[in-house]
């Protein structure tokens, strides 16, 4: 029993140690496979930042942002850890979703992907219906006033009335 414990521990331990290895720092090699997203939520109409370091220092790329609805665009070199930086603006007529946007470098066959989420509110908000459900029956408030007061006239009436009955019927004067 021992023994399997001591044989399970250590290989925990192996796989741990060499997952630890094969994951790269997060200073030395963020970002270099990737295309950053910011905002990774958007809104119709609002402009998006994407940026990556998979070209190299120098690198130049385009992206496409034709996913969504926004076509093509340029990501030029910058000055911040040899990323290159573009953005483009979600169209006002983007549809809610999960959209794909490419970058690819000019120089050789290099590809990053990044997702970006267009929602119809910054906030993922829900948004609640207003107004009144077409259903053919009415409503308790009408949209018109007399009728209301009518309605509400007679029930009083009717509720006056009962009230007598039943007072009536009370006494023993009988209906």
């Known amino acids: 029993m021992r023994?399997?414990?001591?044989?399970?521990?250590g290989t925990g331990f192996a796989v741990a140690a060499a997952a630890?290895?094969?994951?790269p720092a997060y200073g030395a090699g963020a970002g270099t496979g990737t295309l950053e997203v910011y905002p990774s939520t958007a809104v119709p109409g609002g402009q998006v930042s994407v940026n990556t370091a998979a070209c190299g220092d120098k690198g130049v790329a385009t992206g496409d942002a034709g996913a969504?609805?926004?076509g093509?665009?340029?990501?030029?070199?910058?000055?911040?850890n040899g990323e290159a930086i573009?953005?483009?603006?979600?169209?006002?007529?983007?549809?809610?979703?999960?959209?794909?946007?490419?970058?690819?470098?000019a120089e050789g066959d290099r590809q990053v992907t990044?997702?970006?989420?267009?929602?119809?509110?910054?906030?993922h908000e829900q948004v609640q219906p207003r107004g009144s459900v077409k259903t053919g029956v009415g409503g308790a408030l009408g949209p018109d006033p007399v009728q209301t007061a009518a309605g509400v006239a007679a029930l009083a009436v009717a509720a006056a009335g009962g009230t007598w009955l039943l007072h009536r019927r009370a006494r023993g004067d009988g209906i």
């Open 3 to 9: 023994r399997t414990a001591r044989l399970l521990t």
């Open 20 to 23: 630890l290895t094969a994951v």
């Open 68 to 70: 969504v609805g926004a």
């Open 72 to 80: 093509t665009f340029m990501l030029a070199p910058s000055a911040h």
């Open 86 to 105: 573009g953005q483009f603006r979600v169209p006002s007529s983007a549809q809610p979703g999960t959209y794909e946007i490419v970058a690819k470098c």
């Open 114 to 123: 990044g997702d970006l989420v267009v929602a119809l509110s910054a906030a």
